[in-house]
């Protein structure tokens, strides 16, 4: 079992850039698909990003795409979520989550608490 543990958000302007990071307090990711996901105020959560364990393919949700990189480093036991142009639309809580699966497809068992993202206009 692994316990995934997200840190890096904050408050930022529209424009501007943050990386999330998510490490494993318990466990380790190495063979594990990761994803991003997040939940807007009053809205479901939705996908965000995700990677095989390998980090050799990633997949995006459409709004995301060009703008978003997920990105990870085994040796470091580590996923990262690389976000530039932010927009107030991309303001919620985002969840990293690991798959039991090598596939980027889920599904994602494992849950981390969040971490508040905020884009002011």
């Known amino acids: 079992q692994v316990q995934p543990v997200e840190s890096g958000g904050g408050l930022v302007q529209a424009g501007g850039s943050l990386r999330l990071s998510c490490a494993a307090s318990?466990?380790?990711?190495?063979?594990?698909?990761m994803g991003w996901f997040r939940q807007a105020p009053g809205k479901e959560r939705k996908f965000v990003a995700a990677?095989?364990?390998?980090?050799?393919?990633?997949r995006y949700e459409d709004s995301v795409k060009g703008r978003f990189t997920i990105s990870r480093d085994n040796a470091k036991n580590t996923v990262y979520l690389q976000m530039n142009s932010l927009k107030p639309d991309d303001t919620a809580v985002y969840y990293c989550?690991?798959?039991?699966?090598?596939?980027?497809?889920?599904?994602?068992?494992?849950w981390g608490m969040g971490t508040q993202v905020t884009v002011s206009s």
């Open positions: 989550a690991a798959s039991k699966s090598g596939s980027f497809l889920g599904p994602f068992d494992y």
């Open positions: 318990e466990g380790t990711f190495s063979n594990n698909a």
């Open positions: 990677i095989t364990w390998s980090g050799g393919m990633a």
